[in-house]
């Protein structure tokens, strides 16, 4: 049984579970994430239990599984999603963790990171007062600046949540 079924099941109806998906992946793509990778972000999000295996998102979504594949391979590299093994199986399952807006956040994070290394070796070597070291400068001033915020941002975040689920 399908996620959706089950949603159907627990008094959802399946057609407005799979209109939820592929709205909300259609939000991820116009905000820059490919389309397979959305699909299937959305579909975990939306079920119960936040697990699917690659034949149920396969059978709910319509697409192959080397699709689930590639998309569960890029929902981990940048931590939306995980994988685990069924107990007693070779069947992965997909799941959707609560915090993964943080993860992903954080995630971006050590991304910054890097970015903020290469581009102070930028200003080095193109010269901090040319216009090309400029420009390199204020994106760097820009990504720390940033940096700070989410860094900040978390730490409210994590006190919001401890604080409403008290």
Same mark, same amino acid.
């Given at each position: 049984?399908?996620?959706?079924?089950?949603?159907?099941?627990?008094?959802?109806?399946?057609?407005?579970?799979?209109?939820?998906?592929?709205?909300?992946?259609?939000?991820? *793509?116009?905000?820059?994430?490919?389309?397979?990778?959305?699909? *299937?972000?959305?579909?975990?999000?939306? $079920?119960?239990?936040?697990? +699917?295996?690659?034949?149920?998102?396969?059978?709910? +979504?319509?697409? $192959?599984?080397?699709?689930?594949?590639?998309?569960?391979?890029?929902?981990?590299?940048?931590?939306?999603? $995980?994988?685990?093994?069924?107990?007693?199986?070779?069947?992965?399952?997909?799941?959707?963790?609560? !915090?993964?807006?943080?993860?992903?956040?954080?995630?971006?994070?050590? *991304?910054?990171?890097?970015?903020? !290394?290469?581009?102070?070796?930028?200003?080095?070597?193109?010269?901090?007062?040319?216009?090309?070291?400029?420009?390199?400068?204020?994106? +760097?001033?820009?990504?720390?600046?940033?940096?700070?915020?989410?860094?900040?941002?978390?730490?409210?975040w994590r006190a919001y949540r401890d604080a409403k689920h008290r």
């Amino acid at each position: 049984m399908t996620d959706a079924v089950g949603a159907a099941g627990a008094g959802r109806d399946p057609e407005a579970v799979s209109a939820f998906v592929e709205h909300f992946a259609a939000q991820l *793509v116009e905000a820059g994430m490919t389309r397979m990778p959305s699909r *299937v972000f959305a579909a975990l999000l939306a $079920s119960d239990t936040g697990t +699917l295996t690659s034949a149920e998102l396969g059978e709910q +979504l319509r697409i $192959s599984p080397a699709a689930v594949s590639g998309a569960v391979r890029y929902l981990s590299q940048v931590h939306m999603v $995980s994988r685990e093994r069924e107990p007693g199986s070779r069947r992965e399952r997909y799941r959707v963790h609560s !915090d993964q807006w943080y993860e992903a956040l954080t995630s971006r994070n050590a *991304v910054i990171k890097r970015w903020e !290394d290469a581009l102070r070796e930028g200003v080095t070597s193109l010269g901090a007062d040319t216009p090309a070291g400029r420009r390199l400068a204020e994106t +760097l001033d820009f990504f720390e600046f940033i940096e700070r915020d989410v860094a900040e941002m978390m730490e409210r975040w994590r006190a919001y949540r401890d604080a409403k689920h008290r």
